[in-house]
């Protein structure tokens, strides 16, 4: 058995005194795990850092075996922003989500490529928060429980949508929502489709809130399992910037 395609690190792990077992998203095998021998060296240790864009060969004798993995470096995305935490912590939290939500050996084409537009708004330092919401909003739905925001639950209307049914998961409006604010989940504006609403810092944290919730309650607490800890430390950076924005903007 033996295949070739781009891929993206999600993971890279040491096995042996040499080896690395590494974790990769590819558009057509989708979450796919090899055997990298003598990745552990300085050389190959470069090549499948978190975020690298690869082209990598697979190969085992058998479908079901974990096989070997050989690639090339063809991006190497975290060491453009080595110096920056919170672009690293966004990267650090997206492989980990892809790693631990998606099917292995599933092809979702939609997951690799929200992926790749998200690296690349990383190294473009543009719109990578936003990005990452939209990224989980995208995995939601390539997993079979996207939400539905177009359009409010209860009256049918696409305006005014300002809220979510943590039940169902749609859109609600300010008007059909206000009896029950208090049970609902914000919607940030910027994740209604066709909205062209100006996002500020605490609508990423809303929107980190909203995906949370549905990923944890439909994709990974049914499984015993919780929302990677690489998730929770993005969110604590990302608070601490809001705060301290928010900090700056009274004492001006």
Not at 31 to 52: D, E, S
Not at 176 to 197: C, H, I, M
Not at 206 to 220: P, S
Request: proline letters at 6%.
């Amino acid at each position: 058995m033996e295949w070739s395609e781009e891929a993206i690190v999600l993971a890279a792990r040491r096995h042996g005194e040499s080896a690395l077992i590494v974790q990769l998203l590819t558009r057509g095998h989708g979450r796919h795990a090899g055997l990298v021998r003598g990745g552990q060296g300085p050389k190959l240790r470069t090549v499948y850092q978190i975020g690298n864009r690869l082209t990598v060969t697979w190969k085992a004798r058998l479908a079901e075996h974990l096989g070997g993995i050989a690639g090339e470096l063809l991006r190497g995305h975290a060491a453009r922003f080595i110096d920056d935490p919170a672009r690293l912590a966004c990267l650090a939290a997206a492989a980990a989500m892809g790693e631990a939500a998606l099917p292995e050996r599933e092809p979702h084409p939609r997951a690799y490529e929200g992926l790749s537009a998200l690296l690349e708004a990383l190294d473009a330092d543009q719109g990578w928060a936003i990005g990452y919401v939209e990224w989980e909003a995208a995995l939601l739905a390539e997993l079979g429980f996207g939400l539905d925001l177009a359009r409010c639950a209860a009256t049918g209307e696409t305006a005014d949508l300002i809220y979510v049914s943590p039940r169902s998961g749609q859109a609600v409006s300010s008007t059909a929502g206000e009896p029950y604010r208090d049970r609902l989940l914000p919607l940030p504006g910027f994740l209604v489709p066709g909205s062209n609403a100006a996002p500020v810092p605490q609508d990423v944290l809303d929107g980190l809130a909203l995906t949370a919730f549905f990923l944890d309650r439909r994709v990974f607490a049914p499984h015993g399992r919780k929302l990677p800890a690489a998730r929770s430390r993005f969110v604590d950076v990302l608070q601490r910037i809001t705060t301290l924005s928010r900090s700056r903007g009274e004492a001006s």
